[in-house]
């Protein structure tokens, strides 16, 4: 005799159900339970789901979480201080100071002394050095990174070169089309109202004039004829030979950083060729004043020490990392399935 679905279920009274529940589940047979928990496992993970969403990467602000060196920090040019809000279009600015910013994004970065960045549709970095940990796209006036959650640096020299050097993940590197130009940056030169006039010197009044002395032309000797070169012969195929040394260069317009790689761009946005960071490259950059000091790390550090000591195996992390606060978003745990 065949028993149909549910046949097999121990009798339970429905009035005390949510009391007896957890008993009612231990006498459920194997292939029952597993469908309870799938069920009460998948509304867990519905319930989740808006918070495990990837966040965007534009930031619109970004929150003062720490002052070192002093309190040279500015959002649009009025004293900053721990806890202010930087909006979009609105800029930070650090004199002989630097700071750590906690975006919209979750995500957090670091300035250096003598740095200016615009909040925006990317941290736009005028001047200086910023250190990029978790969804944030930065840019300057030449390029701009796409990141995939990661932790890099981006650099601005005074002359407008800039650098870009990835320390864990990936960071794309795109040539913009039109440089992005900061005009907060720029040295405020309104025209005076009234035209300056310059006073003759008495050496100027009265002075007579006096005609140069002609000079006598001098025939110039004929310019010879440029030579004609002959065109090249067609081939086999009918088309002319190309010479390869005067096709010019194709410009890149867009590369992919890798973990322990980086690039120098010139003030136009050229980019130039991927190198590899040295090993004292690397280990000047993490005893820098962009990770030295500050009191929380940044939420990355261990991910940043395995492509170290992937990179180098013989060389000590120069971080010592106990624990770790940091003030990354937490992410709720997954119940895990007995089956």
Partial sequence: ?????????????????????????????????????????????????PQLAPVSAQSTQATVQEILDGNQVFIQNQQAYVNDVASANQQVRTGNSRTALLFNTGAVARLSA???????????????????????????????????GTTYLLEVDESGNQQVKV???????????????????????????????????????????VSAPTIPKVKSSPTPKPKVTPSPVPNSSGKKPVDSKSQPAQAIDEVVLKSGEKIEVAQTGDLGIIQKLT???????????????????????????????????NVNFPISIPGIPTPSIPIPSLPSFPF
Avoid: W
Avoid at 130 to 147: E, K
Avoid at 189 to 196: E, F, H, I, N, S
Avoid at 288 to 309: E, Y
């Fill in 1 to 49: 005799m065949t028993k149909t679905l549910g046949e097999d279920l121990p009798q339970a009274s429905f009035k005390t159900f949510p009391q007896g529940f957890p008993q009612y589940l231990l006498k459920l047979p194997q292939q029952y339970k597993r469908l309870v928990f799938f069920l009460i496992g998948l509304c867990v993970f519905a319930l989740a789901a």
């Fill in 114 to 148: 003598n740095s200016v960045l615009r909040i925006g549709q990317c941290a736009q970095l005028s001047r200086g050095t910023i250190l990029v940990n978790g969804a944030i796209n930065a840019c300057s006036s030449g390029i701009t990174t796409g990141v995939r």
């Fill in 167 to 209: 320390l864990e993940g990936e960071v794309v590197v795109k040539r913009n089309p039109k440089p992005l130009v900061d005009d907060s940056d720029k040295p405020n030169t309104k025209p005076t109202d009234k035209p300056t006039t310059t006073t003759p010197t008495p050496n100027q009044v009265n002075k007579p004039n």
């Fill in 279 to 313: 090993e004292n490259e690397f280990v000047n950059l993490l005893q820098g004043n962009l990770f030295q000091g500050f009191t929380n790390q940044i939420p990355g550090i261990n991910k940043v020490r395995d492509v170290f000591n992937g990179l180098f195996p």
